[in-house]
């Protein structure tokens, strides 16, 4: 065997048990895993305030807000407003065309006069038949028809009075009083429209619509698990994407008496005062409302993700101690996005799990133990 021949063999057996001792170095987590090299990740139960809240999102109303409509119809002569303009109690918002209403002004005038001197020319022809009645000159009969034709002429020109009071209270319901301090949100109407007089509540033309914007709310939708937990005045704090530097405060003033379905949701409306609105904050915002429902201090907590589902609706962590693992079951109290108070199962100090160990492989038997961390 030459020389060469000789040091590829060497070669060849060394590179042999490079590789094979690569197979160790190289493995990767789960084969390790296998193994029995898993580390162990542990977290310490220790002693923490917790502050439980619910998250709700929710919309900026107006506390007021109405819609604004003519109590007379006919073509907007003229419009004073415009959207976000800030109006007070009294102003004239828009005027409607009066010329038709201004005719029947006129011609219920003429009637009264027509009616006023057809009473007074009665009025003396009585007084004339009253002295002759007494004489015995003018029959009885006579007598009362002139009464009764007097009587008939001065309601008539009482009629006629008060259908030119009629007129013109028309006529001054063509000037659209605003009927409160606010601002103008939508004026959805334009110059030259023809507008539908309001004769009920739900009809007639909507002319614009006007809120007072010092007083804001937020109503959200609460899912009915956590109404119980709710109660009027209670405070909340508010964040708005579009005002991220502000945080806002709000005290809840109504929750509705009955539940309701919103997508797909059961729940109870609840509506909250904001007590300071920003001057940036505008009706149909959408804010986040963070409402506190508990809180424990100085109490034995774990972080949520340590806490497992066990039997039933149960809850179990488990404990580390040394080179031992024991599944403990836990009584759960409030709990936070990020811990969950222990009311009993774990002391102050023992190393808990962050992962569940290892169960019967799938093939094995029964297949990996579901994992759950809902209702914590």
Do not use: C
């Amino acid at each position: 065997m030459n020389k060469t021949f000789k040091y590829m063999l060497i070669a060849a057996a060394l590179g042999s048990g490079w590789y094979a001792n690569s197979k160790n170095w190289f493995r990767s987590p789960q084969q390790a895993s296998a193994q029995g090299h898993r580390e162990m990740i542990t977290a310490v139960a220790e002693l923490r305030d917790i502050a439980m809240s619910i998250r709700v999102s929710g919309e900026v109303q107006p506390a007021s807000q109405l819609d604004v409509k003519a109590e007379v119809g006919g073509r907007v002569k003229k419009l004073n407003v415009i959207p976000g303009d800030t109006v007070k109690a009294g102003d004239i918002l828009l005027e409607v065309d009066d010329r038709d209403i201004l005719t029947e002004q006129e011609s219920a005038k003429v009637e009264i006069d027509g009616a006023k001197l057809a009473a007074i020319k009665l009025e003396r022809n009585f007084e004339r038949a009253k002295e002759l009645f007494k004489q015995n000159l003018v029959s009885r009969e006579a007598y009362d028809n002139l009464e009764s034709e007097l009587a008939i002429a001065r309601n008539n020109h009482t009629r006629a009075e008060r259908k030119l009071q009629l007129v013109e209270d028309k006529l001054s319901k063509t000037k659209v009083i605003a009927p409160g301090d606010g601002t103008v949100l939508t004026v959805p109407i334009v110059e030259g429209q023809v507008i539908v007089a309001a004769a009920s509540v739900n009809s007639g033309t909507t002319l614009m619509t006007i809120a007072n914007l010092s007083r804001l709310i937020v109503e959200t939708h609460v899912n009915q698990v956590d109404v119980a937990r709710l109660s009027v005045k209670q405070r909340v704090k508010l964040t708005a994407e579009a005002i991220l530097d502000e945080e806002l405060e709000a005290q809840i003033f109504f929750i509705a008496p009955g539940a309701s379905v919103k997508n797909s949701v059961k729940g109870v409306t609840v509506q909250a005062l904001i007590e300071k609105p920003s001057a940036r904050m505008r009706p149909g915002m959408n804010v986040q409302m963070t409402i506190p429902v508990a809180n424990a201090q100085d109490v034995v907590s774990v972080p949520v993700g340590a806490v497992f589902r066990g039997e039933g609706d149960g809850r179990v962590v488990y404990v580390r101690s040394g080179e031992k693992t024991e599944r403990r079951p836990v009584k759960i109290g409030i709990s936070n996005t990020e811990h969950a108070q222990i009311l009993s199962g774990v002391r102050e100090g023992e190393k808990i799990l962050l992962a569940e160990p290892e169960r019967t492989p799938m093939g094995a038997g029964a297949g990996p133990r579901r994992r759950s961390r809902d209702g914590v």
